[in-house]
């Protein structure tokens, strides 16, 4: 007992003190800005994007986008640039489309929506039962590191649960394969009302690499409606942490 207590006091406080105005590692690929008066129309960046994140108007969705950074190196103008800009969660799907006037400031304003009616029920305390519904193990692992020492996403009310019925949401991570689309509407229906949805990572939001695969089945996400979207791929913890925070207010 005294050697953990002594070690604590070595150690002091690992957690990051104000997990809003974090600073993250400049390598990180966040929102990308668009500067189409650059633009060659040259379509290198179109031809590229694995999962057709890119249309001929120039705009990037998020929600498809795998942040493989290809677009950037082979646009010969800069028309477009990654940031490291990481509060990239919204509450609608439209929001997650970056147009070229779009500026952090501006998707940070529009983003997330929420209401007084979810602050009010979950603000306080939040669990979430996670399901994997057919992912590679990305978004898992950094669902994991988000109730680390560093993050340390408990303290602020929010943990992931072992049970759908301990928990007040789900959290989808996977394109959702047809062998775990019957899984992932057990889990939903084992949670208790009221209870939110909240896609993580571009295989959730929109199928990502796996988008035209015969063994994926996304009925479910045409049956309800969800209620937080997180890009990544995978997701970095602090922007599922600060995506969370905004959305309960």
């Known amino acids: 007992m005294f050697d953990t207590l002594k070690s604590r006091i070595y150690q002091g406080n690992q957690a990051i003190p104000d997990?809003?105005?974090a600073v993250i590692d400049e390598k990180f690929r966040g929102l990308p800005l668009i500067s189409t008066h650059n633009c060659s129309n040259?379509?290198?960046c179109i031809s590229v994007c694995p999962t057709n994140a890119i249309n001929h108007g120039l705009?990037?969705?998020l929600g498809k986008c795998i942040f493989c950074g290809d677009c950037e190196r082979e646009c010969p103008t800069n028309t477009i640039k990654f940031t490291d800009f990481y509060k990239i969660s919204s509450t609608s799907r439209e929001n997650l489309i970056v147009y070229s006037n779009t500026t952090q400031e501006a998707y940070k304003a529009t983003a997330i929506k929420s209401s007084e009616q979810i602050k009010k029920i979950f603000g306080r305390s939040l669990k979430l039962r996670q399901v994997s519904a057919g992912g590679c193990n990305g978004c898992e692992m950094e669902l994991n590191a988000c109730s680390n020492v560093n993050f340390d996403m408990g303290r602020f009310g929010i943990d992931i649960v072992a049970s759908p019925r301990h928990a007040d949401g789900?959290?989808?991570t996977g394109p959702i394969t047809e062998n775990m689309a019957t899984a992932l509407e057990d889990a939903y229906l084992s949670t208790p009302d009221p209870k939110v949805i909240i896609l993580v990572g571009?295989?959730?939001?929109?199928?990502?690499?796996f988008k035209n695969s015969d063994a994926i089945k996304r009925d479910f996400l045409e049956k309800y409606k969800i209620d937080?979207?997180?890009p990544g791929c995978p997701i970095h913890p602090l922007t599922f942490i600060n995506g969370l925070l905004s959305f309960l207010k």
Do not use: P, V
């Open 59 to 61: 705009s990037i969705d």
């Open 170 to 172: 789900i959290i989808i």
């Open 202 to 209: 571009a295989c959730a939001i929109s199928g990502g690499i």
């Open 42 to 44: 040259c379509s290198n």
């Open 19 to 21: 997990i809003e105005k």
């Open 228 to 230: 937080l979207y997180i």
